[in-house]
């Protein structure tokens, strides 16, 4: 399995849902950079299950990391950082029919077809969200490296269904704002969409369906300059690293698909100076990014989810040691919509490949 990343630093995860712990190996980070564990321990419990909530998983997870090396006295060493997170509350029986009963929605089917049979279906093995951990405490240790370079990443949720929160300002996002989300259990930006966000969930859940949603991401600070074009750009990496997140299934970055119905002249984003002297666009339909390098002007982009596969219903699908067709009774603890729980992986995503190509800049 390609669980490797690696673009002036590597990041490797490993473990399955069920399996005794899962967790990271960052390779070749730099040295002497401080980790805040109590920091990290915020990021992570963002990503974490709470019972309780509408659109979470009644699992009971504390995802609190086990660094074994790579830092010592609170600093990075310049070793492997390896990190593993407990799973200690799985149910493995809940998941006894799936390796003859594929999921529709989930890849129980071609993980069987890829591994011959052998993959892990125990709460989706290696292809279980439970991964995201692992990547959040990547994400978080990167997101402190840039964060001390005044360079901050943000994101709420934009959208539930067919409700919609505010967006951005794609010109002007204060570091307040992104500071002000990560405290918020539910982050949003219209407190009165949030609310009907959460009734739109509780629906779902009720009548055994699920929701996806999209999730907007910004990132402020960063210098103009960062990135390559064609194979190496800044939008590669991030695409790269995003659709290793279970259920991403579409990103764009500024006006994205939107800009397909522009003109050139509503595209452009136009130049001009600042009182400060620096090069600004009055408008950043480019989200930050123009040849895979990165502006100067806020990175913004938006990543879509689907909704859970595993839902309450009734769903036709095939046996698989048989051949023939079946019906499929979904039982286990799922999230009725992981969008909520998403947002701070996206963060992570963002934060690692941004940090990887900060350290081709001069003065890093």
């Known amino acids: 399995m390609a669980s490797f990343w690696k673009h002036n630093f590597s990041v490797s995860l490993f473990g399955e849902s069920h399996g005794p712990a899962i967790g ?29 909530d509408p659109y979470s998983t009644q699992r009971s997870e504390a995802d609190m990391p086990n660094i074994i090396s790579g830092v010592h006295n609170g600093y ?24 003859k009963l ?16 052998f993959n892990d279906v125990r709460g989706g093995g290696h292809f279980s969200g439970r991964l995201t951990a692992a990547l959040c405490f990547a994400g978080s240790v990167c997101g402190q490296i840039l ?14 269904h067919k409700i919609k929160d505010k967006r951005f300002n794609p010109c002007g996002i204060e570091r307040e704002e992104i500071i002000a989300l990560r405290h918020k259990k539910f982050p949003v930006i219209s407190v009165k969409k949030g609310e009907a966000m959460l009734e739109d969930i509780k ?43 279970p259920a991403v299934k579409g990103l764009e970055f500024g006006a994205g698909f939107e800009a397909a119905a522009m003109l050139g002249s509503q595209n452009n984003d136009e130049f001009y100076v600042d ?17 895979g390098i990165s502006s100067g002007m806020p990175l913004i982009i938006q990543v879509a989810f689907k ?13 698989l040691r ?24 996206v963060e992570a995503a963002v934060n690692i490949a941004l940090l990887s190509h900060m350290m081709d800049y001069p003065n890093f």
């Open 24 to 52: 990271v190996v960052m390779d070749n980070m730099p040295s002497g950079e401080y980790i805040d564990t109590e920091k990290l321990k915020q990021f992570m419990r963002r990503r974490a299950p709470k019972k309780g």
């Open 76 to 99: 990075t060493t310049g070793a492997p950082l390896t990190a593993f997170i407990s799973n200690s509350d799985a149910l493995s029986k809940d998941y006894s029919n799936i390796a």
């Open 102 to 117: 594929p999921r529709p929605g989930h890849a129980d089917y071609t993980g069987a077809v890829r591994y011959k049979g």
């Open 147 to 160: 964060e001390r370079r005044s360079i901050y990443t943000g994101a709420h949720i934009a959208r539930i």
């Open 203 to 245: 629906r779902a859940r009720d009548s055994m369906d699920s929701l996806g949603g999209i999730i907007e991401c910004a990132s402020i600070n960063l210098p103009a300059g960062i990135g390559s074009p064609i194979f190496d750009g800044l939008e590669n990496s991030i695409a790269h690293l995003m659709f290793g997140i």
């Open 275 to 291: 009182e400060r002297g620096h090069v600004k666009t009055r408008t950043n339909h480019h989200g930050g990014i123009l040849g």
């Open 307 to 319: 909704p859970t596969p595993s839902i309450g219903k009734e769903q036709n699908t095939v046996n």
């Open 322 to 345: 048989k051949q023939t067709d079946e019906i499929l009774n979904i039982s286990g603890r799922h999230d009725p919509c992981i969008v909520p729980r998403a947002v701070p992986c």
